[in-house]
């Protein structure tokens, strides 16, 4: 099982990303194994979604959130609580440099906490996990 970061959910649901064609790529070939979101990850797509700096073609929240509707109408979706703290010993904190990766540091603990992997088009997250950590296999990045 799959949790997408926003950058993830961003790029499948905007044509004009960047990385929507790998996205789009990656979701066809993996979604039926399962794939999650998550009240931080839904929270940020209805944000970004409806900001004009970020997204050209932005939304208001109340479509954005229509759109999140029907994307998580997608068979094999999940959605997982966010329910360990920031404090876990799953959340991997020991890496931590900046303000920058406290949630992605966050949404990998989710994904480890629920056996799953943490899929992102963030090259940076590798930082978070030593070249050893047996939780090397819970981040996927494209």
Not at 63 to 90: C, G, N, Q, T
Request: glycine share 4%; with cysteine; charged share 20%.
């Amino acid at each position: 099982m799959s949790l997408l970061d926003v950058n993830m959910l961003i790029a499948l649901a905007w044509p004009s990303h960047l990385h929507h064609h790998k996205a789009g790529t990656w979701f066809a070939n993996h979604s039926k194994l399962g794939w999650a979101t998550c009240p931080m990850t839904q929270c940020a797509f209805v944000r970004i979604s409806s900001n004009p700096k970020i997204i050209p073609e932005a939304v208001s929240p109340k479509e954005a959130l229509a759109l999140l509707v029907e994307i998580v109408r997608h068979p094999a979706h999940h959605f997982w609580k966010e329910d360990i703290s920031l404090l876990d010993s799953k959340v991997p904190t020991d890496l931590l440099l900046g303000h920058r990766q406290v949630t992605d540091a966050y949404l990998l603990g989710l994904a480890i906490r629920y056996k799953g992997r943490l899929v992102t088009l963030d090259a940076g997250l590798s930082a978070l996990l030593s070249k050893n950590s047996p939780h090397r296999k819970a981040l996927c990045i494209l």
